[in-house]
C-alpha cells in the first residue's frame, strides 16, 4: 500500500533516521526527496541494487508484490534486518547463504494492535504529518472509478462528501 510506505518514511525521518526510499516509479524520486529522504534507489534497476550492497542496517518492506529478494539481502550490512509488513502472497525465494553470509535477518510483522495503531497516530498528529491524498467530490466518484481503473491514481484517491 502506497500509504503505508510513505508514512513509514515520514514516521523515520521524523525519528531522526536516515532513509532511502526504494521505488519502482522513477518519476518519484524528486517527490521522495522532497520528504526527506536522503537517497533513492530504482528497485528496477538491478545495477543500482548492486551498487547498495553492504549499506542498510535495516530494510522495510510494505510491498505486496514478489521482489528479487537475495538482492534486498545483498543491500544489508552485516547483522542487518530486512523486516516485511506488506502481504506478499507468494512464498519468498531466499538464498539461505545470503543471511549466513552476513548474519541477516528477515522478520515481518502484521499491522499493529489497537494501542500500537493509536501510538503511531498519536506520534503523527505531535509531528503533523498528514496523509498524501488525491481529493475527487463524491459527486466525481464515477471519474474517481475511471482515474483508479486506468492506473492514474499517484496515491489514495479520496471521496469528500
Given at each position: ?6 508514512f ?11 532513509v532511502?526510499a ?17 537517497n ?8 543500482a541494487?548492486?551498487?547498495a ?9 510494505t ?7 537475495a538482492?534486498?539481502l545483498?543491500?544489508?550490512a ?13 512464498p519468498?525465494?531466499i538464498?539461505?547463504f545470503g ?5 541477516r535477518?528477515?522478520s515481518?510483522s502484521?499491522?499493529g ?7 503511531m497516530l498519536?506520534f ?7 496523509p ?7 459527486n466525481d466518484?464515477?471519474?474517481a472509478?475511471?482515474h483508479l481503473?486506468?492506473g ?10
Amino acid at each position: 500500500c502506497e500509504r503505508k510506505r510513505l508514512f513509514t518514511l515520514v514516521f523515520d525521518i521524523c525519528r531522526g533516521c536516515k532513509v532511502t526510499a526504494f521505488t519502482s516509479s522513477a518519476n518519484k524520486k524528486d517527490e521522495l526527496i522532497a520528504m526527506g529522504a536522503t537517497n533513492v534507489i530504482s528497485s528496477r534497476d538491478p545495477e543500482a541494487l548492486k551498487a547498495a550492497a553492504g549499506q542498510f542496517d535495516f530494510i522495510i518492506s510494505t510491498v505486496n508484490v514478489t521482489l528479487d529478494w537475495a538482492a534486498y539481502l545483498n543491500c544489508l550490512a552485516p547483522r542487518g534486518r530486512l523486516h516485511i509488513v506488506g502481504a506478499v502472497l507468494e512464498p519468498l525465494q531466499i538464498p539461505a547463504f545470503g543471511l549466513q553470509s552476513g548474519q541477516r535477518q528477515i522478520s515481518a510483522s502484521p499491522v499493529g494492535s489497537p494501542a500500537t495503531i493509536k501510538e503511531m497516530l498519536d506520534f503523527a498528529v505531535r509531528h503533523n504529518i498528514q496523509p498524501t491524498v488525491e481529493e475527487f467530490d463524491m459527486n466525481d466518484a464515477n471519474k474517481a472509478m475511471q482515474h483508479l481503473e486506468a492506473g492514474k491514481a499517484h496515491y489514495r484517491i479520496v471521496l469528500k462528501a
